[in-house]
């Protein structure tokens, strides 16, 4: 089991800043990528960034050169850096571990909203 708790979620004007924290506690030491995704309201979850382990990313196109993830092994935490915000950036974001093979677990979300 894994527990992931997102912190640093707010309201920022366009053009503005934002970083993201999750921090994990449970069987870290078997967590694999990490990674954050976004939720708007009636739509899919999707992806916004993920890192392995060994620190290997991807970012969704629509974040590109705008986003960075970042994790520190040692504590098993996740951060996403995220400039240039847009009012379609707006969502709730959630934290995402993976547990090799099968298990996956999710943070509770934190708001963000960006305002034009």
């Known amino acids: 089991q894994v527990q992931l708790v997102e912190s640093g979620g707010g309201l920022v004007q366009a053009g503005g800043s934002l970083r993201l924290s999750c921090a994990s506690s449970?069987?870290?030491?078997?967590?694999?990528?990490m990674s954050w995704y976004r939720q708007l309201p009636g739509r899919q979850r999707e992806l916004v960034a993920s890192?392995?382990?060994?620190?290997?990313?991807n970012y969704a196109d629509s974040v590109k050169g705008r986003v960075t993830i970042s994790r520190d092994n040692s504590k098993v935490t996740v951060a996403l850096q995220m400039n240039s915000l847009k009012p379609e950036d707006t969502a709730v974001y959630f934290c995402?571990?993976?547990?090799?093979?099968?298990?996956?677990?999710w943070g509770q979300g934190t708001q963000v909203t960006v305002s034009s």
């Open positions: 995402n571990a993976d547990l090799p093979p099968y298990q996956t677990y």
């Open positions: 449970g069987t870290i030491n078997k967590v694999g990528t």
């Open positions: 890192i392995t382990k060994s620190g290997a990313t």
